[in-house]
């Protein structure tokens, strides 16, 4: 094995975004993708076109503006899918990938689409060469690969191959795989299949968590001869996600004396940023003692361990912190910052902002200001994100009172702008009360009353975006309408209960324009 380069192939923009209540709208997504060109990544999955309208233009608008990485689109083997998945590649030209899927366990082929072995190789070769007929980069999946019985699995890849498939990616779908035994059937794979060894083909693997085991399983697969791992930023994906981008590529890059100085193109340094903005804009958390990304990843509490660290770093750490991000010192702006100095530092961040952005996030900075004495590049972000969002703003928080207390049923004031309709000029100013178990339960009940919404919130979550006790704080709520689906909203404000208002009421405005999920077509 000469080619010692891993390529990582990202789909956080298509594996990690199919998770409940992860959605991007096109303008995150965009920011997203930017992000992973910074971070290196050689492939970005950017969606799966034929889902929805917006997932095409999001594939399509990646690929007519991100530069460096392939860029590619996910198809089932369906004409119909490959042909929109072509469509919204052509802006890439030769940097467009097609991924085909298609299931060949025998419980798939079976259950789900009642075919036999040969029709699925007809069928995936007829697939492929539909899709040639776009791009010349072609990826094939064999959907629930791990469970595929090994001999046709060697089958499928050779028939893909001749067809013109250029990758072939072996899915863990339901995460059940060990890593000796997916080690050993991507070395099986490797052996048996000429095209893999000289290099006209490139073997790929995709490992979901379901028994935690993700990233070893992929690890397992690069030393028994993988070159192309998948993954996703923070390990965001379907039920327990996908394999952790930030594991992967730092234990490459830690333990290449291990791995035989395999390495990936991952710019290390992007990790942390790039992991906070996939945790804000698709509103999933990062555990505190997350590898590599958590609040605690490089925190010592012991004392022997502090104290080892002071005498030599490496005695209780085996990376870098500055490596991946962390610790990077900033100059905070103040109230007394001008406009330009917010527009550079939100450039000097990597955001692509119109000049109304600006204006709107510099009259946001401007209260902010006023509350705390420094705003941070997190505080900044956190606003971009609140701009970003791109909901039209059905309703708008005017006022908010609350009063609670220990010996107080808690009850808020709110005052509500809705939006004026088209040819309508005048917009309409609503006020009502409500009363809860908390402030934040009557500030979102009083919301209800005036939206006439019913949310159940199923998931809320606080932190602090930057550090001080006059911190902002950024609170991420996951609220179900009735219909079963997860809608997110966040909302920033250094008042944590005006923050949940303004999140509650982001998710509002949120459903009252989405597309319902249940319309979309059934994904992979
Ligand atoms: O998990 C899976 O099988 C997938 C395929 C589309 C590769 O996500
Ligand atoms: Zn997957």
Same mark, same amino acid.
């Given at each position: 094995?000469?080619?010692?380069?891993?390529?990582?192939?990202?789909?956080?923009?298509?594996?990690?975004?199919?998770?409940?209540?992860?959605?991007?709208?096109?303008?995150?997504?965009?920011?997203?993708?930017?992000?992973?060109?910074?971070?290196?990544?050689?492939?970005?999955?950017?969606?799966?076109?034929?889902?929805?309208?917006?997932?095409?233009?999001?594939?399509?608008?990646?690929?007519?503006?991100?530069?460096?990485?392939?860029?590619?689109?996910?198809?089932?083997?369906?004409?119909?899918?490959?042909?929109?998945?072509?469509?919204?590649?052509?802006?890439?030209?030769?940097?467009?990938?097609?991924?085909?899927?298609?299931?060949?366990?025998?419980?798939?082929? =079976? %259950?789900?689409? +009642? !075919? *036999?072995?040969?029709?699925?190789?007809?069928?995936?070769?007829? @697939?492929?060469?539909? $899709?040639? &007929?776009?791009?010349?980069?072609?990826?094939?999946?064999?959907?629930?690969?791990?469970?595929?019985?090994?001999?046709?699995?060697?089958?499928?890849?050779?028939?893909?191959?001749?067809?013109?498939?250029?990758?072939?990616?072996?899915?863990?779908?339901?995460?059940?795989?060990?890593?000796?035994?997916?080690?050993?059937?991507?070395?099986?794979?490797?052996?048996?299949?000429? =095209? %893999?060894?000289? +290099? !006209? *083909?490139?073997?790929?693997?995709?490992?979901?968590?379901?028994? @935690?085991?993700?990233? $070893?399983? &992929?690890?397992?697969?690069?030393?028994?001869?993988?070159?192309?791992?998948?993954?996703?930023?923070?390990?965001?994906?379907?039920?327990?996600?996908?394999?952790?981008?930030?594991?992967?590529?730092?234990?490459?890059?830690?333990?290449?004396?291990?791995?035989?100085?395999?390495?990936?193109?991952?710019?290390?340094?992007?990790?942390?940023?790039?992991?906070?903005?996939?945790?804000?804009?698709?509103?999933?958390?990062?555990?505190?003692?997350?590898?590599?990304?958590?609040?605690?990843?490089?925190?010592?509490?012991?004392?022997?361990?502090?104290?080892?660290?002071?005498?030599?770093?490496?005695?209780?750490?085996?990376?870098?912190?500055?490596?991946?991000?962390?610790?990077?010192?900033?100059?905070?702006?103040?109230?007394?910052?001008?406009?330009?100095?917010?527009?550079?530092?939100?450039?000097?961040?990597?955001?692509?902002?119109?000049?109304?952005?600006?204006?709107?996030?510099?009259?946001?900075?401007?209260?902010?200001?006023?509350?705390?004495?420094?705003?941070?590049?997190?505080?900044?972000?956190?606003?971009?994100?609140?701009?970003?969002?791109?909901?039209?703003?059905?309703?708008?928080?005017?006022?908010?009172?609350?009063?609670?207390?220990?010996?107080?049923?808690?009850?808020?004031?709110?005052?509500?702008?809705?939006?004026?309709?088209?040819?309508?000029?005048?917009?309409?100013?609503?006020?009502?009360?409500?009363?809860?178990?908390?402030?934040?339960?009557?500030?979102?009940?009083?919301?209800?009353?005036?939206?006439?919404?019913?949310?159940?919130?199923?998931?809320?979550?606080?932190?602090?975006?930057?550090?001080?006790?006059?911190?902002?704080?950024?609170?991420?709520?996951?609220?179900?309408?009735?219909?079963?689906?997860?809608?997110?909203?966040?909302?920033?404000?250094?008042?944590?209960?005006?923050?949940?208002?303004?999140?509650?009421?982001?998710?509002?405005?949120?459903?009252?324009?989405?597309?319902?999920?249940?319309?979309?077509?059934?994904?992979?």
């Amino acid at each position: 094995m000469k080619d010692k380069r891993i390529i990582i192939f990202d789909t956080t923009l298509r594996d990690g975004e199919q998770c409940p209540g992860a959605s991007m709208n096109l303008r995150e997504k965009l920011e997203v993708a930017r992000q992973l060109a910074r971070l290196k990544v050689d492939v970005i999955e950017a969606g799966f076109p034929v889902i929805s309208d917006g997932d095409f233009e999001a594939v399509q608008a990646i690929a007519r503006e991100i530069r460096g990485p392939v860029i590619c689109g996910l198809a089932r083997c369906v004409a119909r899918d490959i042909d929109a998945t072509g469509a919204a590649l052509k802006p890439a030209g030769k940097r467009g990938r097609i991924h085909i899927v298609l299931a060949t366990s025998k419980i798939h082929r =079976e %259950f789900k689409l +009642g !075919k *036999a072995q040969d029709e699925i190789i007809r069928l995936a070769v007829e @697939g492929v060469k539909r $899709a040639k &007929s776009y791009v010349k980069d072609v990826e094939f999946s064999p959907e629930d690969g791990s469970r595929t019985e090994p001999e046709f699995l060697v089958q499928v890849c050779k028939a893909v191959i001749a067809a013109g498939a250029t990758t072939v990616n072996i899915p863990d779908t339901v995460g059940w795989a060990v890593p000796e035994q997916y080690g050993a059937l991507i070395k099986r794979l490797h052996d048996e299949v000429p =095209e %893999f060894q000289n +290099g !006209k *083909a490139v073997i790929s693997v995709h490992c979901h968590n379901d028994l @935690g085991l993700a990233v $070893a399983n &992929s690890l397992a697969a690069v030393h028994a001869g993988a070159r192309q791992v998948e993954c996703t930023v923070n390990g965001i994906g379907e039920r327990a996600g996908n394999a952790a981008l930030e594991e992967v590529s730092m234990a490459l890059k830690t333990r290449g004396d291990f791995y035989g100085g395999f390495s990936c193109g991952i710019n290390t340094r992007e990790i942390l940023k790039s992991s906070r903005m996939v945790s804000r804009m698709s509103g999933l958390v990062v555990q505190r003692s997350k590898a590599i990304v958590g609040e605690n990843a490089f925190a010592h509490g012991s004392g022997i361990h502090q104290d080892g660290i002071l005498k030599k770093r490496e005695t209780y750490e085996i990376m870098d912190p500055k490596d991946v991000g962390w610790g990077g010192t900033e100059l905070p702006l103040t109230k007394h910052s001008g406009r330009a100095a917010v527009a550079w530092r939100l450039k000097h961040l990597g955001f692509k902002m119109t000049e109304a952005d600006v204006q709107a996030i510099f009259a946001r900075f401007k209260e902010i200001g006023d509350k705390k004495k420094f705003v941070y590049d997190d505080d900044l972000a956190a606003l971009v994100e609140g701009q970003i969002t791109e909901v039209p703003e059905t309703w708008s928080l005017e006022y908010l009172h609350v009063t609670s207390g220990n010996q107080t049923v808690p009850t808020a004031t709110v005052r509500l702008k809705k939006a004026a309709k088209k040819g309508k000029a005048e917009s309409e100013v609503v006020q009502d009360a409500g009363i809860g178990d908390g402030p934040v339960d009557a500030a979102l009940k009083a919301i209800d009353r005036l939206a006439k919404t019913k949310g159940h919130l199923m998931d809320y979550s606080l932190r602090a975006v930057s550090q001080g006790k006059d911190a902002l704080g950024e609170v991420t709520v996951k609220v179900n309408f009735g219909d079963g689906e997860l809608v997110t909203g966040k909302g920033a404000s250094t008042d944590v209960i005006e923050a949940s208002a303004r999140a509650y009421l982001n998710a509002v405005n949120r459903f009252l324009c989405e597309e319902p999920q249940s319309q979309r077509p059934s994904q992979p």
